[in-house]
C-alpha cells in the first residue's frame, strides 16, 4: 500500500494493449510518476521492466500474453487510499460474472482494463471504469493513448495523453 503524496497529489500512468512495443515517448510522459498500471496484451516481459525503470509497475495479463510470463488475470492495489482492480477484458456495461465477483468483493474506487484499444472514462454505480486506450505499434491510423490518474482528497482525475504518429517515436532499447 502507498502512502498519500500531499498536495501535489499521487500520479498513476495507466497503459494497455502495448503488444510488445513500447513507445520511447511514454517513458518520458510516465516520468514522475509513483505507479504504472499496465492493463494488459503487454507482449514480452522487458516492456514491464523497461517500465520499472520509471516507477513500480502492476501489470495484468491479457488474451494475447503467454501465460508463462506469469501475470495474474486480475490485480488489486491500493495506491493513496483509492482501490483500483485491473483487468483486461472488461464490458462496463455488461459485465461477466467472474468481474462481477471481484466487484463484489474487492469494492474498488476504479476498474482500469483494456483490450478494446479505445480510451473509456465513466462512472458506473459509483466506480470509474477507465481504459487508458491503445499504446501499441501505430497501425491503421489508429489513435493511440496513455493516461495518467492524478490522485487527490480521495478523488481520481483523468488525463488521457495522446500518442500521435510521428518520426520520433521508437522502441525503447
Not at 36 to 64: F, K, S, Y
Not at 116 to 134: A, C, D, Q, S
Request: a negative charge; glycine letters at 10%.
Amino acid at each position: 500500500m502507498s502512502q498519500p503524496r500531499g498536495e501535489a497529489g499521487f500520479r498513476v500512468g495507466v497503459i494497455s494493449d502495448t503488444h510488445n512495443f513500447l513507445d520511447s515517448r511514454v517513458l518520458k510522459l510516465f516520468a514522475g510518476v509513483d505507479h504504472i498500471l499496465h492493463a494488459g496484451d503487454i507482449g514480452l516481459p522487458r516492456i514491464v521492466h523497461q517500465l520499472e525503470q520509471v516507477a513500480p509497475v502492476t501489470a495484468v495479463m491479457g488474451n494475447t500474453d503467454d501465460p508463462g510470463f506469469h501475470y495474474a488475470q486480475t490485480e488489486v492495489v491500493e495506491l493513496d487510499r483509492l482501490r483500483f482492480l485491473i483487468h483486461h477484458i472488461v464490458n462496463p456495461h455488461h459485465l461477466t460474472d467472474t468481474v462481477r465477483r471481484w466487484l463484489d468483493r474487492e469494492r474498488p474506487h476504479a476498474v482500469v482494463f483494456g483490450h478494446t484499444h479505445k480510451p473509456f472514462n465513466e462512472t458506473i454505480e459509483g466506480v470509474l471504469f477507465f481504459n487508458p486506450g491503445y499504446a501499441g505499434k501505430p497501425r491503421f491510423g489508429m489513435p493511440r493513448s496513455v493516461a495518467i490518474l492524478h490522485l487527490l482528497g480521495g478523488k481520481i482525475r483523468p488525463e488521457f495523453l495522446p500518442l500521435p504518429e510521428s518520426e520520433g517515436a521508437g522502441l525503447c532499447p
